[in-house]
């Protein structure tokens, strides 16, 4: 997979993807991450890519032009067109898991970083094909935001991960929290490691696993357990249980 990503501060980029399963991915050619700053598609001397907003109010606004030059100019390069366009904005769709999984299954991907108070609304319109918030806060810019997108995709990328580190047990890859996990020591300050873990009895560990999962879930996102999908039964239980 080829990501390139189009904001004002590439170099914010360098350190976070130098590092563990990205990088490690990215040596492995699984995937190519290139970041390209829109000041280089400006045309006056300054390098000036942004602007007052038409109708008054604070803050900059990203201009069009070179936001569209460079898109055009790496699809151009890449010879690929028809990709997703992904432009970071806290006015995006709500970031999730299945989005992920729904990136990470293209060959390209462009994700487009505003900053300032905002991108030509023309931008939105006319080049994305997506819009996406990380979350309901709001960063200075969109790089950051692109960083988690990139990192959560590259992960799910077949080949990236080793059969060790499998995504199915993840939180949220079946829309439940992930169970808690132990490792060694087995007694910590007096803190047990719960029994059954210890017992070599997968059935039992898997189930115990799947109820701690349930319980989490109920207990900090009940909002995402109305949308899991559950037997009757563990339904009926969690009721009882929580
Ligand atoms: N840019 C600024 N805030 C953001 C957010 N919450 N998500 C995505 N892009 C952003």
């Not at 590439?10 to 990205?22: A, G, L, N, R, T």
């Not at 709001?138 to 990139?150: D, F, I, P, Q, Y």
Request: aromatic share 8%.
């Amino acid at each position: 997979m080829r990501i390139d990503i189009l904001c004002l501060f590439p170099e914010m980029f360098v350190s976070p993807f130098s590092h563990s399963i990205v990088k490690r991915a990215e040596e492995r050619g699984l995937v190519q991450v290139v970041a390209h700053n829109i000041r280089d598609y400006t045309h006056d001397r300054h390098g000036t890519a942004d602007d007052y907003p038409y109708g008054g109010g604070a803050g900059m606004v990203l201009k069009p032009e070179p936001v569209f030059e460079a898109a055009e100019h790496i699809g151009q390069l890449t010879g690929v067109d028809n990709i997703p366009v992904v432009l970071l904005t806290p006015q995006g769709r709500p970031f999730t898991q299945r989005i992920a999984a729904g990136l990470s299954e293209y060959a390209n991907l462009m994700l487009i970083c505003g900053h300032y108070e905002g991108i030509d609304e023309r931008v939105a319109e006319n080049l994305a094909t997506d819009e996406i918030s990380i979350g309901d806060y709001v960063l200075t810019g969109g790089e950051l935001a692109a960083m988690v997108v990139v990192d959560s995709v590259v992960r799910l990328i077949p080949g990236v991960l080793g059969s060790d580190e499998s995504v199915t047990d993840d939180s949220h890859a079946d829309g439940l929290l992930e169970y808690p996990q132990y490792t060694r020591p087995e007694r910590y300050r007096g803190w047990d490691v719960p029994p059954i873990l210890l017992s070599g009895n997968h059935g039992e560990i898997a189930a115990w696993r799947r109820r701690q999962s349930l319980l989490r879930t109920a207990a900090r996102r009940p909002d995402l357990l109305e949308k899991a999908t559950l037997t009757d039964k563990e339904r009926a239980w969690i009721s009882d249980n929580s």
